[in-house]
């Protein structure tokens, strides 16, 4: 069975950094990349950074670029979301989700598979 684990939210000032952590389990595909999707209250789910677990590919958000990174553990079991110098614009449940393919250009909900609970990120201004 699938399984994504999201942790790590919390409620920070402005400037201030946190790490998510997507733990994953029963994973058998040849192929995928794990995606970090965030959502704020009414607003569509976007896309946020992605990880091929093939190649280490990565692709990022033009909003996050240069402020997120996205890395695994050796065992690709987890996959962290490192964020620096949050704005508050950056609040939003964060949700990590799986893809039966390596990431590509462009992320949209529709193109994962399986998802995890959300964790909430809070920045305060």
């Known amino acids: 069975e699938v399984q994504l684990q999201a942790s790590g939210g919390g409620l920070v000032q402005a400037g201030e950094s946190l790490t998510l952590s997507c733990a994953i389990s029963g994973f058998g595909f040849a192929d995928y990349s794990i995606g970090w999707f965030r959502q704020a209250p009414g607003k569509e789910r976007e896309g946020v950074s992605c990880?091929?677990?093939?190649?280490?590919?990565?692709w990022y958000a033009d909003s996050v670029k240069g402020r997120f990174t996205i890395s695994a553990d050796n065992g690709f079991n987890t996959v962290y979301l490192h964020t620096r110098s949050l704005k508050p614009e950056d609040t939003a449940v964060y949700f990590c989700?799986?893809?039966?393919?390596?990431?590509?250009?462009?992320?949209?909900?529709?193109?994962?598979?399986?998802w995890g609970q959300g964790t909430q990120v809070t920045v305060s201004s």
């Open positions: 989700a799986e893809r039966e393919l390596s990431c590509g250009r462009s992320m949209h909900r529709l193109m994962y598979d399986y």
């Open positions: 990880l091929s677990h093939s190649d280490g590919s990565r």
